[in-house]
């Protein structure tokens, strides 16, 4: 099994719907992202949570909100989406130590149509 | 600013043909530098993390180096399962945490 699970792999969804992207890792770290990653623009954060108790904004959480149901669990909704945010999601999580990096899950590509 | 740039955005070589990857960063007190590899469809891959000046590490056919104003990708004899996209990220202080802010990655393709 992989260490960071992402549910669906991919979606298409209409404007103006509700959609959520569900992520679940089995490190063991109390450290988890959500990231999006356009072309061009490369990796950008939208949240990140460093426990349970612990949620924060990133760089562009603009139209997105996240939920941390556990320590293993965290995901990330758009409330009512645009075409804009047709992007690849990615989900990830760390120990906090800098040597052991981030790791992520197998995205989620989403397209709003 | 923090930033991370990476080049070429591109990279085509035949097998067997060495080169290297570059990444440049402006970040004050560099905390770390970290390689990933990426293939398409899927989610980053840790490579390594390099701390100071000097440093290097490998793995097979990739040796990673820093300096402290960039960071080399060395590939030595490539073959083509090393083709995917490579990002180099930093990390930088947010909000009182930190954050990695990635490059936009160097797309490598090896050719038979």
């Known amino acids: 099994d992989a260490d960071v699970t992402q549910t669906p792999r991919n979606r298409i969804t209409k404007t103006g719907k509700r959609i959520m992207l569900e992520c679940s890792q089995t490190k063991g770290h109390d450290r988890m992202y959500w990231y999006r990653q356009d072309p061009g623009l490369g990796l950008r954060l939208i949240y990140y949570?460093?426990?349970?108790?612990?949620?924060n904004k990133g760089e562009i959480s603009d139209g997105y909100s996240v939920s941390r149901q556990a320590q293993a669990k965290f995901s990330l909704s758009l409330e009512s989406a645009i075409p804009n945010q047709t992007a690849l999601y990615f989900c990830?999580?760390?120990?906090?130590?800098?040597?052991?990096?981030?790791?992520f899950g197998s995205g989620t590509r989403l397209t709003v149509v | 600013e923090d930033q991370v740039t990476q080049s070429p955005e591109a990279l085509r070589l035949q097998e067997g043909e060495s080169s290297s990857l570059n990444c440049s960063y402006t970040?004050?007190?560099?905390?770390?530098l970290f390689w990933y590899r990426q293939d398409p469809g899927k989610g980053p891959e840790f490579l390594f993390t390099l701390y100071s000046a000097g440093e290097e590490k490998e793995k097979e056919r990739l040796k990673a180096t820093l300096t402290k104003k960039e960071s080399f990708l060395h590939i030595t004899a490539p073959k083509p399962e090393d083709s995917a996209t490579y990002l180099c990220?930093?990390?930088?202080?947010?909000?009182?945490?930190?954050?990695?802010?990635f490059g936009q990655g160097t797309r490598l393709t090896i050719n038979p």
């Open positions: 949570s460093f426990d349970v108790k612990d949620i």
């Open positions: 990830a999580t760390s120990s906090g130590t800098s040597s052991s990096g981030y790791t």
């Open positions: 990220a930093v990390p930088i202080d947010f909000q009182g945490a930190q954050k990695l802010v």
């Open positions: 970040v004050s007190g560099l905390r770390g």
